[in-house]
Every structure is written in C-alpha cells, then in structure tokens.
C-alpha cells in the first residue's frame, strides 16, 4: 500500500464528481465529500483537511497541512491551474467578531450568532503562499499570487503579486506561463 488513495477508494468515498490522475494522500482529512468535487491531474498532500462546498479543477496542488472550511452557504472554488502552498488556510464562512454576536458553537442557537459566509474563488493560474490566509471576501483574480504569510480578505486584481496583513499589491506578475499551457 503507497501513501496515495486509489481511484476505486477514491470513488467509494462519495465524492460528488473524481476526475483521472490524482495523488491525494491518505493522510488527508475529508468531511462532507459529497460536496466536494476534485478534478484531474490533482494533488493533495499529507495533513491537509477539506470540509464542506469544494470545487477543485484540473492541474492542482494542495500542500501539506492546509486546510479548506466551506460548510454551511460557503463554498471555495479553486479554478485550473491554482495551487496553494503548505499551511494556507480558507474559510468561506467566518464568525462576526464585533462583539454584537456570540461566535458560533454547535451549542447555541442560530439566531444567537451572525455567520459571515462566502464563496472564495482562487482564479486560474494563481498561486498562495505558505502560512497564508484567505477570508470570506477574499477572491484572487486569474493569474493573482499572494505572498508568504499575507492575509486576504478582500478581492484581488488578476496578474499581480499581493503581500502582507492585509495584502497589499506588491507589482503586475508575468503572464508568461500561459504560453505553456499550450
């Protein structure tokens, strides 16, 4: 037995839809996989946790010990030939931290809590950084790259390089690699 889940026990385990070619680990966490659709040509490693909503396309990577949270109304989206580095972090759904609200526990009621929820769209061709962060209202354009350790919770242009808490736009990135796809 490899470290890798075969597509037979790939396909048992509910997924909503499995494409061909994929390196998931099995050290990889799912719940809910019936809302999670993955694509071809992906690759998730080891420690990483995917919950809820979650569209994955074709040519991914997902590394080691990053987490996707899209329960509830969220749902995370990650278009062709996105990738996100080890230990990222996306939640489509946050609690509302104001003080007006209590946080979200299974033990309180619904209505005691004001749940934030999204859908989080990580563009074609983008790219996140380690130990990054993404929050309900952060989008990254076609072809956006975020930085190491940045947190994004807002929509970023496409083809441009974003760092920091919060991210700013660093400079345009190169647009190059599409000619490669060809």
Known sequence: MNGFYTMIELKDMGFQGVGEDLYISRKTSFYNPS?????????????????????????????????????GEGRITMEDYSGISSNVTIYASSDNFDGEWMTCRPDLPKECTNVVFDHIVLGGFSQVG??????????????????????VNKPLEPWYVYAGIPCKAIRPRSKKMLEMVQ
């Open 35 to 71: 809302g999670i659709c993955i694509g071809s040509h992906v690759r998730i490693d080891d420690y990483c946790v995917l919950v809820g909503n979650i569209r994955i396309g074709d040519y991914i990577h997902i590394g080691s010990h990053s987490s996707l949270h899209a329960s």
């Open 130 to 151: 380690t130990g990054s962060t993404i929050l309900p209202k952060g989008r990254l354009g076609e072809g956006t790259a975020v930085g190491a350790m940045s947190l």
